[in-house]
């Protein structure tokens, strides 16, 4: 199971090799890609202007039903907007049982002020509410742990999934940071974590630098990762932690190797050693759990 960015063209600047229409048939094309067998349509909304946010959902779902690859579509809604234009466009898009939850970053807390759980913009929270009781879910980037648990006690019931390795720097170092707030996001039952780009971990010790968008040639060997994977194996254990590529964005760490390729071998590795179960959960079964289309009332008699 992987999840998938996605991207409009022209998205990222001078960024030559992200300039480019990339779907399924350029997904199977990479060594990594015939290793998976279902990926997540992940929505990103680059360079998607509000008015146009719904057509960028429904291509999502167009897309997906072209695709049986694709398993189901993460998609993006203002959730700030009032409740009731956000409920009209859920009602909208999860007509479509593929339409599985949307993704939110940190504008979901009130402009000049320090995020925390008391600066919420005032409809976030009702707007995960309605998320919640449609059994809908939410990928997060830029939110700290620590905030999404306090969101996850006031929304009970709301699957979450903090993508990325939540934020964590890209080094081989478990950061005191870092690892506080990991600590604080595994109080909430229904946050998992997304074990997605794990070789851009090796960006500092290769580049000197963050992971970016500049390609780099990251490190192999899979015991220089295994730190950071024990610490949230230990955290979140095997049933919170989530297999993900982000690709295309992942080849950013693919200069010179497929980057679909050597991310399955580098968490395929460290969960050799683990309970047999673990790596079937982690791998698949996590995302599966969370991600499959959602079923009718009348199908899940």
Known sequence: MSDFATFPTGCCGSVPWMEVDRLIPDYNARV???????????????????DHIIQANLWMLQTAAAESKILSVVGN???TQSPAGFAQQVDLLAANKQWVGIRIGGGIFQAGLTPSFSTLVPNVLTNLKL??????????????????????????GLTIVMDHFAGKPTTFDVEASWKADMLAAANYAGLNIKVSDV???????????P???TQFQPIADPTRYAPTLEFLWKTFGADRLIFGTNWPVSDAG???????????DILE????DRFSGGRDKVMYQNALRVYSPRKSPSERD
């Open 211 to 213: 992971a970016g968008l």
């Open 131 to 156: 998320l919640a009781k449609r059994g809908l879910e939410i990928d997060t980037l830029g939110i700290s742990g620590a905030n999404l648990s306090l969101i996850g006690a006031a929304v009970p």
């Open 77 to 79: 809604l203002d959730v």
């Open 269 to 272: 590795s460290f969960l050799t």
């Open 32 to 50: 990594g890609g015939p290793r998976v067998n279902k990926v997540v349509l992940i929505e990103s909304s680059v360079g998607v202007t509000p």
């Open 254 to 264: 693919g200069l010179f190797v497929d980057s679909i390729d050597l991310e399955i």
């Open 199 to 209: 070789h851009k971990l090796s960006s500092q010790a290769v580049t000197g630098k």
